[in-house]
Nanobody, 122 residues
Framework: QVQLVESGGGLVQAGGSLRLSCAASGRTFSNYAVGWFRQAPGKERVFVAAISWSGSSTTYAESLKCRFTIPGDNAKNTVDLQTNSLKPEDTAVYCC???????????????WGQGTQVTVSA
């Protein structure tokens, strides 16, 4: 069982940046692919970014890849999501997810965190 906890969300003005963190309790993310997703009020959860088990591959939502990145690798016990040039439409709850068998854009990861709120003001 893997427990995931997100942190780093908050209120930021448009154009600002936030670094979100996903922590795995009591372990590193070695052998886990980690995905980031977000859900805006009244909308479905959508894929943001993911890093593969080895950390050698990352994939991003096409519309976000110029502003959002996963720095580093998943050999540690946190996987971060760096968000830059934030816009009001980025306002959402951001969740991380992990899996030992799946890496990709679908929401089929086995383990999920509760999420951290990101609010971007105009």
């Amino acid at each position: 069982q893997v427990q995931l906890v997100e942190s780093g969300g908050g209120l930021v003005q448009a154009g600002g940046s936030l670094r979100l963190s996903c922590a795995a309790s009591g372990r590193t993310f070695s052998n886990y692919a980690v995905g980031w997703f977000r859900q805006a009020p009244g909308k479905e959860r959508v894929f943001v970014a993911a890093i593969s088990w080895s950390g050698s591959s990352t994939t991003y939502a096409e519309s976000l890849k110029c502003r959002f990145t996963i720095p580093g690798d998943n050999a540690k016990n946190t996987v971060d999501l760096q968000t830059n040039s934030l816009k009001p439409e980025d306002t959402a709850v951001y969740c991380c997810a992990a899996d030992t068998r799946y890496y990709g854009r679908l929401g089929t990861y086995n383990y999920w965190g509760q999420g951290t709120q990101v609010t971007v003001s105009a």
